[in-house]
């Protein structure tokens, strides 16, 4: 992740300007994990998980859209590279492309130490509805086509990493 940002800030990808960050001309705001844990828990207390789901999605469609417009990547396999290193960028974990299938617009992603899952701690239902929502959003400006992701294990269920599932049709959060 560290040789990513250095390459970010050597090519004027990202800016710090009198208190403001700028990555990919986008201006991002960095939140405390435990102001960013409170409202995910509240918004999962009130059966809100939709809501940041849906937020994330638009988020992340609009800003991939600007990243591969800034990085000149045109190809659709260039596009899916940079999901797991713009991703890392968030700082929720470790990301990692497991299975790729474009015949299908199928694709099945992992979330090693999940900063969601590990704040939730033990829960009997997956925690990591914001991630999902960013990359249903990645993805679907990638391929051009509406696509939902689901968290099918989670680090806060016992499983080993989190496992998401992005595909066309597919019922989310």
């Keep these: 992740m560290f040789s990513l940002f250095n390459k970010l800030i050597i090519s004027k990808k990202i800016d710090f300007r009198k208190g403001e960050i700028w990555m990919f001309g986008t201006q991002i705001c960095l939140i405390p ?12 207390k009130n059966n809100n998980q939709q809501f940041i789901y849906d937020a994330s999605f638009k988020s992340a469609k609009n800003w991939f859209a600007k990243v591969v417009s800034s990085t000149k990547k045109k190809s659709k396999s260039e596009q899916i590279e940079l999901v797991p290193k713009i991703f890392e960028l968030f700082a929720l974990g470790k990301v990692e492309l497991l ?8 694709f099945r992603v992992g979330l090693h130490n999940s900063l969601t899952a590990e704040l939730f701690g033990k829960h009997n239902s997956p925690v990591d509805f914001q991630f999902a929502g960013y990359l249903a959003g990645a ?3 990638i391929l051009g086509v509406g696509v939902r992701c689901v968290e099918k294990q989670c680090l ?3 499983a ?9 049709g597919e019922s989310n959060v």
């Design 33 to 44: 994990p435990d102001v960013y844990f409170e409202i995910i828990k509240d918004l999962e």
């Design 139 to 141: 993805f679907s400006f």
């Design 160 to 168: 080993e990493y989190c496992e998401f599932i992005v595909s066309v």
């Design 156 to 158: 806060s269920n016992g």
């Design 99 to 106: 299975e790729i299938d474009l015949t299908k617009n199928f």
